[in-house]
Every structure is written in structure tokens, then in C-alpha cells.
């Protein structure tokens, strides 16, 4: 069952990239968030940049504490992305950091740098999603 974060607060739309709607909107959908969670091991897969982001620090926080063990994969976004989105996804990043989970980072510029072959934004994304499910999968 897919879980819609801020029905209130985004009323079915995005955050516009607003890492302050992001929170909002996270605050306001953390019990329906909780109340589908039955594991004490919880993995968090998060692309950074966007406006959502915004409310991974205060989801953390608040399963870690109901004592849930918690693990966060997260992705950067590369360059093509534009300066903003890079720049808000390492807040949200030394946000989370701080908090002591296990964290994993996919940093979207250095798959593109590393990976030469890559033709097109598409094949950039593809080759991302693949590594993350990876990583969930460990």
C-alpha cells in the first residue's frame, strides 16, 4: 500500500523543493508512517535534494525513539542536477550524520565520473537505482 506523505499540508502536491514543506509534511504523516512499520530494523532509501528530504532527520529521530535500529541509504544528486539541490542535499546529509544510524551514500556525481560508458540521463538513473537496491539488499 503506498503511503502519501502530507495530504494536509502538500494537498497532492510536491514540496517545490522546500526542505521546510519537506518537514511539514513528514511531522504530519508519521503515524501512518509508524503504524506500517512491524520490524525493529528499519531501511530508509532517501534521494536527496528535493524537498522530502527535509524530513528524513526528524523520521530518524523519532523511530530511533521508539527503538527501532535504524539504516538510511541515501543518494546525492550529481551536478546535472543544479547547484540548489546539491547544496540542500548535503544539509539534510550533515543533518543525519550526526545522528549516529547506519548511513550509506551513493553519491550520484561519482557514478556518473566513474562510469564512462553512461549515454544518457536515463542510463545515469538506472545504473543509481540498481547500486541502492543493492545496498538494501545487504
Do not use: W
Not at 11 to 33: K, R, Y
Not at 50 to 70: D, E
Request: glycine letters at 12%.
Amino acid at each position: 500500500n503506498p503511503l502519501y506523505f502530507g495530504k494536509s499540508t502538500l494537498q497532492g502536491h510536491g514540496t517545490g523543493g522546500n526542505l521546510g514543506q519537506g518537514l511539514l509534511a513528514m511531522e504530519e504523516s508519521f503515524n501512518d508512517i509508524a503504524s506500517n512499520i512491524d520490524s525493529n530494523e528499519v531501511t530508509i532509501i532517501s534521494f536527496l535534494g528535493g524537498g522530502m528530504s527535509g524530513g528524513l532527520q526528524y523520521l530518524i529521530n523519532k523511530l530511533m525513539s521508539f527503538g527501532k535500529t535504524i539504516r538510511v541509504i541515501v543518494t546525492l544528486p550529481s551536478s546535472l542536477e543544479g547547484p540548489i539541490r546539491r547544496r540542500q542535499a548535503f544539509e539534510v546529509l550533515g543533518a543525519i550524520s550526526a545522528i549516529g544510524c547506519e548511513l550509506i551514500i551513493v553519491d550520484d556525481e561519482q557514478v556518473f565520473k566513474t562510469n564512462k560508458d553512461i549515454q544518457s540521463i536515463k542510463e545515469l538513473y538506472k545504473l543509481i537505482d540498481e547500486i541502492v537496491y543493492q545496498c538494501s539488499c545487504k
